[in-house]
């Protein structure tokens, strides 16, 4: 199962970490982990490239990803989060919450 925890402060988004694998099925053929990816990976290089909020992201081989933001975001970070978060949805609406675990938690 692939976990994405969001984790916000006074509303903030602060950190997203992304973990785990589908097993949707086998590697290589996995649609549900490659459309996570794909999402993801976009978002954090939007927020780079667009909205150029101070963050540190981080990515790790065992399938790992996460995205910390220093200060408080930017409009356009939170647009292309939110835009992350629905389509993260739609996947989980879609293949169902086997595959895939969302959480959003107040720190």
């Avoid at 549900?32 to 909020?53: G, M, Q, R």
Wanted: net charge negative; aromatic share 10%.
């Amino acid at each position: 199962m692939i976990s994405v925890d969001i984790f916000k402060k006074n509303g903030t988004y602060k950190e997203i970490r992304c973990k785990g694998h589908a097993e949707y099925d086998d590697y290589g053929k996995d649609i549900v982990c490659a459309a996570v990816s794909v999402l993801v990976e976009n978002c954090f290089n939007s927020v780079e490239k667009y909205a150029y909020d101070d963050f540190i992201a981080s990515s790790i081989d065992n399938g790992i990803t996460s995205l910390q933001l220093k200060d408080d975001i930017s409009h356009d970070a939170e647009l292309l989060i939110d835009s992350m978060i629905l389509g993260l949805e739609g996947i989980r609406q879609q293949y169902g919450k086997k595959y895939l675990k969302i959480s959003v938690k107040e720190v």
